[in-house]
């Protein structure tokens, strides 16, 4: 069961979303060839506690850690830890933030120094995506005009949906129903009403996209070990239309939707 919120709700999700968002441009700022992506957890964990906010993946189903850090061919969920970023890297980074109850979701691909043309067309794909897809986030459409336009960007630019990971709505939880799926028929699928929330997270490959776990029971790899990159919003479906709770500033492809 899809359990929406009031406007009151969206709006502490947005304040739990605000400081999501500063968490996300404080490492903006320290991801650069030479830092560990455990020194990039490290000041996530120390920037959300000093908003009084909690870093929601920390403990979650055992995952030890504030952020998620996958660079290059690391999809999702890598545990930060020792690995060194060097120039040329790319390193997904994905935070929850828990303020009041209420928890915010969202994830950004960093270039480390200069990245390859084939690296930063991914990015700019994957991000492109992202908007694309939470640009169908309004009362009366289908979760699947927001899987599809996700998939037709994707596709058009030659690159691969990771299919077997999905979004998710959010709210007290962090994983809460419906599945937002980062492929689909446009018109099918759930009716989005307003107050639903959904945590948008198109995670897209250069190569094929079928994936392997790896033995740390975590880290998500594309099989083919190509390049991987990995958006996400959090977004409330509104009667003004979507409404990014998570909305950062600085992007290749400037949209309507990078916030107020
Ligand atoms: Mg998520």
Sequence with gaps: MIIRKTEAEVDKM?????????????????????????????????????????????????????????????????????????????????????????????????????????AQALLVTTEAALKAGAAEAKPGARIGDVSNAIQSRVEADGMSVVHSLVGHGVGREMHEPPEVANQGEAGTGIVLEEGTVIAIEPMVAIGGPDVTLDDDGWSVY????????????????????????????????????DGS
């Design 14 to 118: 947005a304040a739990a979303g605000a400081i999501l968002v500063r968490t996300l441009e404080m490492i903006s700022k320290k991801v650069r060839p030479g830092v560990t992506t455990a020194e990039l957890d490290e000041a996530a964990e120390k920037f959300i506690r000093s908003q009084g906010a909690i870093p929601t993946f920390k403990g979650y189903r055992g995952f030890p850690a504030t952020i998620c850090a996958s660079p290059n061919s690391m999809i999702v969920h890598g545990i930060p830890g020792p690995t060194v970023l060097r120039r040329g890297d790319i390193i997904s980074v994905d935070v929850g933030v828990t303020l009041d109850g209420w928890v915010a979701d969202a994830a950004r691909t960093f270039p480390v120094g200069a990245i390859s043309d084939e």
């Design 222 to 257: 594309t099989a083919d070990r190509s390049l991987a990159a990995h958006f996400e919003f959090t977004v409330a479906v509104t009667a003004a239309g979507p409404r990014i709770l998570t909305p950062w500033h600085e992007s290749k492809e400037s949209g309507d939707l």
